[in-house]
């Protein structure tokens, strides 16, 4: 059984910042990708960031610049730096763990094993 615990969402103003985590606990894997996919009301669930076990990162290109995925592999826990938020990026975030997989396979929500129960980020103007 593994865990994803998010936090770190909240309210916050057009051009702020906020840090989400990402604590995964339960069983263990030598390695593993997390991922960072997100959910706009009456939206598809989209891709946002994702992080390898040794830190090759991937990103949306709507979040390039502005958006900074890392991970602590010590302690299990991925983040997700968010600055010059805008309204465009309110929603539900979600991270996801995935074991294996290609480049290509990081963007992919189904490539994707295990999610949190995810944080709501809401951008007001």
């Known amino acids: 059984q593994v865990q994803l615990v998010e936090s770190g969402g909240g309210l916050v103003q057009a051009g702020g910042s906020l840090r989400l985590s990402c604590v995964v606990s339960?069983?263990?894997?030598?390695?593993?990708?997390m991922g960072w996919f997100r959910q706009a009301a009456g939206k598809e669930r989209e891709f946002v960031a994702a992080?390898?076990?040794?830190?090759?990162?991937y990103y949306a290109d709507s979040v390039k610049g502005r958006f900074t995925i890392s991970r602590d592999n010590a302690k299990n826990t991925g983040y997700l730096q968010m600055n010059s938020l805008n309204t465009e990026d309110t929603g539900v975030y979600y991270c996801?763990?995935?074991?294996?997989?290609?480049?290509?396979?990081?963007?992919?929500?189904?490539?994707?094993?295990?999610w949190g129960q995810g944080t709501q980020v809401t951008v007001s103007s």
């Open positions: 339960g069983r263990t894997f030598s390695s593993y990708a």
């Open positions: 992080i390898t076990w040794h830190g090759s990162t």
């Open positions: 996801a763990v995935q074991i294996g997989g290609s480049s290509l396979d990081r963007f992919r929500r189904e490539r994707y094993s295990y």
